[in-house]
């Protein structure tokens, strides 16, 4: 998203900026290929909760997680604007829950399934890295979350990067949908039985959050396996050849920084209102930039965390217990407020110009 609010063709320049902001920590997860590897165990959402007992759903911590890297290629295909496309290799990082935390010299193992899974779509430059900490505190409540690292505009790309392609982004993460439900379709493999494939949601930050906003608002771009939908700090994204909220989208969580200079916190405001679903949420986050509610550990991120897995919990898992958290984990006095359902006032800031 613009550092400014000018239009293309500055646009990329400027999110070049919010990249370069975090590039040491992009170097260093992007350079280093990691095929399977296992993390610590996710902190709880307490620092006085206790420690691990057994796995535990719906609770940030719950359980320990696993993480791999996966790398599909989607074959060579029309794209939604008619472009022929080649094929497309997209290199994923998955964050999973373990049966138990590792311990020395034995080979992790994946907790007995299925889980829902959860597509996630990394901003203009990004690969997962940045968005670890909050990923992973996801995955530790009992989901199987898989970052999409865009193969035109990712944090390997470099100088090639661009925007142009994020029409093409939509149909990345559908396929990876299909390729992760067929690995847990598998009779055998590390991730066989792992993903319930009637428990499907998407999410996305900045340039990612455009692209699954476009899944779940767009006519060019609906995935009917898509039950719910996180939007990160994201917009309606002009360059999609389709139409914004023709029609009633899946259950919707839009969360949004009030000091984001990149992404202005008109562009959420937008689609809160022009979503005519009920089951619709904005988490305004009180000073908030554009990226320190997603990267890092920090206040924010928490709430970030705490609603997401409540928003998911209620409606990718159906538990109805989880509506009232979700009030609960959004509404924090000086940090946080959620408005629901459409109702409250939201002051539109400055313009919604991606």
């Not at 070049?16 to 920590?25: L, Q």
Request: charged fraction near 15%; aromatic fraction near 8%; glycine fraction near 10%.
């Amino acid at each position: 998203m613009t550092q400014t609010v000018a239009k293309a063709p500055s646009v990329t320049a400027a999110r070049a900026v919010v990249a370069a902001a975090a590039a040491v920590a992009l170097l260093a997860a992007c350079s280093v290929t990691v095929r399977s590897t296992v993390g610590p165990t996710s902190k709880p959402d307490s620092d006085s909760a206790p420690a691990l007992v057994r796995p535990t759903a719906g609770v940030i911590g719950g359980f320990p997680v696993g993480q791999r890297e996966l790398t599909f290629v989607e074959p060579a295909h029309v794209g939604v604007t008619g472009a022929r496309l080649g094929d497309r290799r997209l290199v994923t990082w998955t964050w999973y829950p373990l049966a138990a935390p590792p311990s020395a010299g034995s080979s992790p193992r994946a907790a007995a399934g299925p889980f829902a899974m959860i597509v996630f779509g990394p901003g203009f430059m990004q690969c997962g890295g940045p968005y670890s900490p909050l990923l992973r505190s996801v995955a530790s409540a009992g989901f199987v979350v898989v970052v999409v690292n865009f193969p035109r505009s990712d944090c390997q790309v470099g100088a090639a990067a661009t925007e142009a392609d994020m029409v093409n982004q939509p149909g990345d993460m559908s396929y990876v949908i299909t390729r992760m439900l067929a690995v847990s379709a598998a009779h055998r493999g590390a991730f066989a039985g792992l993903i319930d494939p009637g428990e499907v949601a998407v999410a996305g930050q900045s340039d990612g959050g455009d692209t699954v906003a476009a899944i779940a608002a767009n006519t060019c771009c609906g995935d009917r396996r898509v039950r719910a939908v996180a939007v990160y700090s994201g917009a309606e994204w002009p360059p999609m050849p389709g139409r914004y909220f023709t029609r009633r989208p899946v259950p919707m969580l839009l969360v949004q920084g009030t000091a984001d200079t990149v992404n202005p916190p008109g562009c959420s405001v937008t689609m809160y209102h022009a979503d005519r679903a009920r089951d619709r949420y904005y988490l305004d986050l009180f000073g908030a930039t554009h990226t320190n509610p997603y990267w890092g550990i920090n206040g924010f991120e928490r709430v970030v965390a705490r609603v997401s897995v409540a928003f998911f919990d209620r409606f990718l898992l159906g538990h109805a217990a989880a509506g009232p958290q979700l009030r609960r984990a959004g509404d924090v006095a000086r940090v946080a407020a959620l408005l629901a359902h459409g109702a409250g006032t939201l002051p539109p800031g400055p313009p919604c110009n991606t």
